[in-house]
């Protein structure tokens, strides 16, 4: 496979897009701008990798061939490629002053995805110069495992692009769907009462443990909590900002003063090693 793959951001889903990319035979950069993100990533990937060896789902030989297919980069000039993903925080002006920037070092033909959950692909195209190569190309977390992409058009998205992101998906083993940019695309906008009617019961003194494991035992894979930490409250919290913020300010679909405030505190989840849950 000869095609190119930048993807810009090397935190919980950026990591994942990379390793997800070069499993199935793309060669990839990934690109962050903290050396240690970077560092971080190139680590976990290998461990995860590592992991698939363990349980057999991998040779020795394919791990060193995926291995070999990633470089890491702090240097946006080593950002040029067929496709670039971006999947940098959740806010609207660095997506576009990062795409700003990548498209003096590509070729109009390079297609320009944003993995964002919730910000509008039409707000980011309009500040570039070909929107019609611009799209949402949304994977799911963990991006190696989460079967479920959804590719986002607007108005000025080519069909071209739009095919090459329903193939590229299929293409890494995905289950691919289009969808209309429209607030939190499908899933975002379906799954905000998920999450925010949990942080309010759990405002009402019901304890947060309880609501994970009452929700798991009536069937959801996981706690609205456990998810929270996965996910990032940093990154949950902006989405269900931003989406309410679309969608005029609905009572219903207030973000969480909780939440808020533990983003404030740094209590991300995972990633910073405290969140709902500790992980130390
Ligand atoms: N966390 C999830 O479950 C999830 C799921 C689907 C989509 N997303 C979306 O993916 C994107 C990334 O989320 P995440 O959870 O991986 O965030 P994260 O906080 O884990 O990682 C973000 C990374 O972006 C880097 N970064 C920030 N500004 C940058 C810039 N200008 N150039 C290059 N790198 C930059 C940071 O250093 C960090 O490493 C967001 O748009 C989010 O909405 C997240």
């Not at 209309?180 to 009402?204: M, T, W």
């Not at 609501?211 to 998810?227: A, H, N, V, Y």
């Not at 309410?244 to 090693?273: C, D, F």
């Amino acid at each position: 496979m000869n095609q190119k793959i930048v993807v810009c951001g090397a935190g919980t889903m950026g990591r994942s897009i990379a390793q997800l990319a070069a499993q199935n035979g793309y060669s990839v950069v990934l690109y962050d701008l903290q050396a240690n993100a970077v560092q971080t990533a190139q680590l976990m990937i290998g461990e995860d990798l590592e992991r698939l060896v363990a349980k057999g789902k991998l040779n020795g030989q394919e791990k060193d061939q995926i291995t070999s297919r990633i470089t890491y980069t702090t240097n946006t000039a080593d950002c040029t490629g067929d496709l670039i993903i971006e999947a940098v925080v959740e806010i609207l002006e660095v997506k576009v002053e990062l795409f700003q920037c990548l498209q003096k070092h590509n070729p109009p033909s390079t297609i320009l995805a944003s993995n964002t959950s919730s910000i509008s692909i039409a707000s980011i195209a309009n500040e570039l110069e070909h929107p019609e190569r611009v799209a949402g190309l949304h994977f799911f977390n963990p991006a190696t495992i989460m079967k479920l992409v959804e590719v986002v058009k607007t108005e000025h998205t080519s069909p071209q692009v739009t095919d090459y992101l329903m193939n590229f998906a299929r293409s890494l083993q995905k289950t691919p769907v289009l969808c209309r940019d429209a607030p939190g695309f499908i899933v975002n906008h379906a799954a905000r009462p998920y999450y925010l009617e949990s942080l309010y019961l759990h405002k009402k003194g019901v304890p947060l443990e309880m609501i994970d494991e009452l929700l798991e035992q009536s069937g959801f894979k996981m706690g609205p909590f456990r998810l929270l930490d996965l996910i990032g409250n940093d990154i949950n919290y902006a989405v269900s900002d931003i989406v309410y913020q679309q969608l005029g300010k609905p009572n219903r679909l207030q973000p969480s003063l909780i939440q808020k405030a533990m983003v404030e505190k740094g209590h991300l989840g995972r990633k910073t090693g405290k969140g709902f849950y500790d992980y130390k």
